[in-house]
């Protein structure tokens, strides 16, 4: 019995110690690139050398490092807004009608996800290369919203097959038509669904590397910037423009968080 | 009676229209997938097929049937392959094994606090959002000869004097884990969110310990999220290449993707390169189809 006792006790703690390593884990590099983006580098920032604000002061310095940053910025929202349009409208056409070849589209689909990136990007690149296209901005983009856009729909698959049809019932027993119920009723609770679909095409777009390194030709994006300035040691400035990203995108998501959970318990109090 | 018969008719009309309407909605997304996916698939397996006629400028290559190109290829690449899988393999094994406790903790253990739930799965998404170079860069400092990480192992005795870190499939694998380990730790977690808890408290009222539920109920309960996590981890660890570049960049960790990187843009042999990257297709493809036979497909992601 006391045996017994001192197993639960185990697998009470076990959990806990071994998950928090876990998020130690997770956290270390972000915490050493934030860090570094305070070094007082010169021109390769390899070891600490004392604190500075300059780098944040002016991250343009390295030169083509800002111009990658605008590549990058401007690749990821196109490709965002084309990857949700086109995603949401497939989502929405498998998820709630019947037709014909739905079975073949949910495959084609489907099959990009089990295409690694350099596959997608090479195969793309054979393409662009048999058609003689020649490689830049826009091929980047269009390898982006295809990298994107089966992500899309698979978020918001799962986001809709949750929604209970018994809403868009109610809609209809109030004399809605069907795109006032669509428009009233679906598409609201949808938002959340699909404003995290963008969220996720914009972050696999703005960080990818492989795919935009096949299809970008000269255009450098800055994942690319910082692969090939890694050979000769990234530029603290880069770490300045990692750590403001990861800072915007990072309060963004706490502060919907805390939104949530403060409108969830103001709804709770009222009822 | 009549009535009946007529809203059927109406009812069949009403959904043959709604087909339509699904189709519409489809077709854009679907033609784009076509032309952007498909297409150049058949384009990369038909460029492995083709020909340098002889004499002709470096990049110069015209359609053929040449399948030699894939037993040079094969014979030459053979055991990157196996490296690239091996890698893949290990470091979705221990993405599992890290991930699988810190989405058992958000999801199970600290159920009905919702506000350290959401903090913690922005812990567990954070990497997402810093460049992952940098992330592999910042990899390739801690475990550097002088990082703190080579010196507190060789302190401990862990580590002999002088084992050097970077540049070893270790750091490799241990680069992989990393990147990959929110795409393994989401699906678990969002599969453990939704799971009844009574389901779990039940194995205790019956006089389970805690790991017999654990083996009995929860784990097998999870496989749906763990199927995903590891498909979306196996699959992009099989194809990257910047870890083994960044973190190894010696012959013991050469991966398929650097090569095929290499051989269109260094070789330019496309034929080589399109070869090379049809047959990491055609593996995956019979892992994934091997994979979801076993487990089904109902949530694969």
């Known amino acids: 019995m006391k045996q017994l006792a001192h197993r639960i006790d185990i697998s009470r703690w076990f959990v806990p110690v071994v998950a928090g390593l876990s998020f130690f884990y997770l956290l270390v590099p972000i915490v050493y690139i934030l860090i570094y983006s305070f070094n007082d580098s010169g021109r390769t920032n390899l070891t600490w050398r004392g604190f500075t604000l300059s780098n944040w002061q002016n991250p343009c310095r390295p030169a083509g490092l800002c111009d990658a940053f605008i590549n990058s910025l401007q690749v990821a929202l196109i490709a965002t807004v084309v990857a949700t349009v086109l995603g949401t409208m497939i989502a929405f056409g498998l998820e709630r009608f019947r037709f014909k070849f739905a079975g073949s589209a949910n495959l084609l689909v489907f099959l990009p996800l089990t295409a690694p990136e350099v596959v997608l990007g090479a195969s793309l690149l054979s393409q662009f290369l048999n058609l003689g296209v020649q490689l830049g901005m826009t091929t980047t983009v269009l390898s982006h919203i295809m990298f994107c856009i089966s992500f899309v729909v698979v978020t918001i698959r799962a986001r809709i097959a949750t929604l209970d049809p018994k809403l868009e019932e109610a809609a209809a027993d109030l004399y809605a038509s069907a795109s006032t119920a669509f428009w009233k009723v679906t598409f609201p609770l949808l938002i959340p669904g699909i404003a995290a679909a963008a969220l996720l095409s914009f972050a696999i777009s703005f960080d990818d590397f492989i795919v935009a390194n096949f299809n970008s030709g000269s255009y450098t994006t800055l994942p690319q910037f910082m692969y090939v300035a890694a050979r000769r040691g990234i530029p603290a400035e880069a770490n300045v423009i990692g750590s403001f990203m990861f800072l915007l995108a990072v309060s963004l998501v706490v502060a919907v968080q805390v939104w949530r959970y403060w409108r969830r318990r103001s709804l709770e109090r009222a009822v | ?301």
């Open chain 2, 1 to 301: 009676m009549s009535t009946a018969v007529q809203t059927s008719a109406e009812e069949k009309r009403a959904w043959r229209l709604r087909g339509r309407m699904g189709m519409l909605l489809v077709l854009p997304g679907f033609l784009f997938i076509v032309v952007f996916f498909a297409i150049p698939v058949f384009s990369m397996l038909s460029m492995s097929l083709y020909t340098q006629p002889e004499g002709a400028a470096t990049g110069v290559f015209e359609p053929g049937l040449n399948f030699g190109t894939y037993s040079a290829m094969m014979s030459t690449y053979w055991d990157t392959f196996i490296r690239s899988f091996g890698f893949a393999l290990i470091a979705t094994v221990a993405a599992l094994i890290i991930g699988y406790p810190m989405a058992y903790l958000v999801a199970v253990r600290l159920r009905g606090r919702p506000l350290l739930q959401g903090l913690l799965l922005v812990v567990i998404i954070a990497p997402f959002f810093s460049s992952f170079i940098l992330r592999v860069q910042s990899w390739r400092f801690i475990l550097a000869d002088e990082g703190f990480v080579v010196s507190t192992l060789e302190t401990l005795s862990i580590l002999p004097e002088g084992t050097r870190l970077t540049a070893t499939p270790f750091a490799v694998v241990a680069g992989m884990t990393y990147l990959y380990l929110p795409l393994m730790t989401l699906p678990i977690y969002a599969n453990l969110e939704r799971m009844d808890s009574r389901l779990i408290e039940a194995g205790g009222d019956l006089y389970a310990s805690g790991s017999q539920t654990f083996m009995r109920v929860t784990l097998p309960l999870s496989m749906p999220g763990i199927m995903a996590g590891t498909l979306l981890t196996f699959i992009p660890a099989a194809g990257d290449y910047v870890n083994a570049v960044m973190l190894g960049n010696n012959v013991n960790t050469t991966m398929v993707g650097q090569v095929i990187d290499s051989r269109f843009f260094q070789s330019v042999d496309y034929p080589g390169a399109a070869a090379l990257s049809s047959v990491l297709m055609v593996i995956i493809l019979i892992v994934v189809m091997a994979y979801v036979r076993r487990f089904g497909t109902k949530e694969i992601v």
